[in-house]
């Protein structure tokens, strides 16, 4: 599915254009994980869409049946271990919208990143976390509302670790930045992120941010995956040998 149908309500509403229908958002789930005070938060935030609750897939299938306005189902974690296990089902009940996971467990929702290496159609499922402050989780739905993917840092930590060595890259020119390097020496020497954040002087959640663009980008899924492919290719230490006036005069990200 393109990114244009889900930035289409976007496009409407900037230029103030009349929709005879607004697009939907359903939610399938119970008032327990979605309650109204949720959604009507959300439909303060996004006007222009209209949000709905169904409690089973029988009524969501009625629902997208009958109307082709929907354009994202959000699905509560509760119905992680059904949605693996039956996902014909659901995107069959999906129809044309896009699934997305509602959770605030990270470790349920890693049970589904395992299970998607084995299915193209679960690869197709976005996350948006819900245990997180208001702003961010109303801007990651903003992101996923206009068809772009997040992966949750989060859930990277989350994730098992491969001691097979032979899988992991040998190509150093990773386009890494310079803090990049930083994170990678101290992940590489076994550090937590909470003292990384103090080595560094930076938050938590950037560290993680760091740790996720640089996993990206040298094609590995863990950290210590990274860690041996850092050492594997004789830079310890890079992050060191960078210019020491880097660490004091860079921005605080």
Request: glycine content about 4%.
């Amino acid at each position: 599915m393109t990114s244009a149908r889900f930035s289409k309500s976007f496009e409407n509403a900037e230029t103030n254009r009349p929709k005879t229908r607004k697009d939907s958002v359903v939610f399938l789930g119970s008032r327990f994980r979605f309650s109204q005070r949720l959604l009507d938060t959300f439909r303060s935030e996004f006007s222009w869409l209209d949000f709905k609750l169904v409690s089973n897939l029988s009524e969501l299938s009625q629902l997208t049946s009958q109307d082709d306005s929907v354009v994202m189902v959000v699905v509560e974690e509760d119905r992680i271990d059904r949605l693996i296990h039956s996902s014909g089902a659901y995107f069959d009940a999906a129809g044309q919208a896009r699934i997305i996971v509602a959770y605030c467990d990270a470790h349920q929702a890693t049970k589904l990143i395992s299970a998607r290496k084995s299915s193209a159609q679960l690869k197709e499922i976005g996350f948006l976390p819900l245990s997180v402050q208001m702003d961010v989780w109303l801007s990651v739905m903003n992101l996923l509302l206009c068809g772009e993917v997040f992966y949750p840092a989060e859930l990277i930590d989350e994730q098992p670790v491969s001691t097979d060595i032979s899988k992991v890259p040998m190509d150093p020119d990773a386009n890494l930045t310079p803090r990049e390097w930083e994170v990678l020496e101290l992940v590489a020497q076994g550090l937590q992120n909470k003292n990384i954040a103090s080595d560094l002087g930076l938050s938590q959640h950037t560290i993680k941010l760091h740790i996720h663009n640089l996993l990206k980008k040298i094609g590995v899924s863990n950290r210590t995956c990274a860690a041996r492919w850092y050492d594997s290719i004789g830079l310890r230490g890079r992050g060191s040998d960078l210019d020491p006036s880097f660490a004091r005069n860079s921005p605080k990200l």
